[in-house]
């Protein structure tokens, strides 16, 4: 008897980071539907450039003092065990805002709350589900794309901007600068650098 290799017609291996347009064809669906959960999800996995895990285990006192939202925050990633520094950006700080408003959070809750119950976070699957939903709605091909794609959004924008391996690596709490120039997926002579 003879069966199909699992990963037959699939796309396997690195997913794509989203481009400019994506980012604003996603925001603009999400500000014109009111999807205010979804919008500040969005902005917080392009700002935090966390995985998933990381991501969906946010509470609201890693992102806001009181009533107000930082401009800056550290959390422990899961993986690594490692504390990551971000910055949250003015549109960003606005939708977490609105997200804190609307469900009347309170700092020691998760930011992301699941509808099972005001305990709990929503899990990696769902974000996965939110995230497939907003590549499908733009169109694109969606064995392209996965969650991880917004960890590598930013990241791999910034360093078409500026080349600075360097940075891209604190950015993502790397410890080694080839696995950062392996996850932008770019040729570079790391023996050259130094």
């Given at each position: 008897?003879?069966?199909?290799?699992?990963?037959k017609?699939?796309?396997?291996?690195?997913?794509?980071p989203?481009?400019?347009?994506?980012?604003?064809?996603?925001?603009?669906?999400?500000?014109?539907?009111?999807?205010?959960?979804?919008?500040?999800?969005?902005?917080?996995a392009?700002?935090?450039?966390?995985?998933?895990?990381?991501?969906?285990?946010?509470?609201?006192?890693?992102?806001?003092?009181?009533?107000?939202?930082?401009?800056?925050?550290?959390?422990?990633?899961?993986?690594?065990?490692?504390?990551?520094?971000?910055?949250?950006?003015?549109?960003?700080?606005?939708?977490?805002?609105?997200?804190i408003?609307?469900?009347?959070?309170?700092?020691?809750?998760?930011?992301?709350?699941?509808?099972?119950?005001?305990?709990?976070?929503?899990?990696?699957?769902?974000?996965?589900?939110?995230?497939?939903?907003?590549?499908?709605?733009?169109?694109?091909?969606?064995?392209?794309?996965?969650?991880h794609?917004?960890?590598?959004?930013?990241?791999y924008?910034?360093?078409?901007?500026?080349?600075?391996?360097?940075?891209?690596?604190?950015?993502?709490?790397?410890?080694?600068?080839?696995?950062?120039?392996?996850?932008?997926?770019?040729?570079?002579d790391i023996?050259?650098?130094?």
């Amino acid at each position: 008897m003879k069966t199909s290799p699992w990963n037959k017609d699939r796309t396997i291996g690195q997913k794509r980071p989203l481009q400019i347009s994506h980012i604003w064809g996603i925001r603009i669906r999400l500000e014109l539907e009111g999807k205010t959960r979804d919008l500040a999800l969005f902005n917080m996995a392009l700002d935090t450039k966390l995985r998933g895990c990381d991501l969906v285990k946010l509470k609201v006192s890693d992102a806001a003092y009181g009533s107000s939202v930082s401009s800056r925050a550290t959390v422990l990633q899961q993986k690594t065990g490692s504390p990551v520094q971000f910055e949250i950006t003015k549109g960003t700080r606005e939708a977490v805002t609105a997200l804190i408003k609307l469900g009347n959070w309170h700092s020691k809750g998760f930011l992301f709350r699941s509808r099972v119950g005001t305990n709990h976070h929503i899990s990696t699957r769902q974000y996965n589900r939110i995230f497939h939903g907003w590549v499908e709605k733009l169109g694109l091909e969606d064995s392209l794309y996965s969650t991880h794609s917004m960890r590598r959004t930013k990241p791999y924008l910034i360093y078409k901007k500026t080349k600075s391996l360097r940075g891209i690596q604190l950015l993502l709490g790397h410890k080694k600068l080839e696995s950062t120039v392996r996850y932008l997926g770019i040729e570079v002579d790391i023996e050259g650098l130094f």
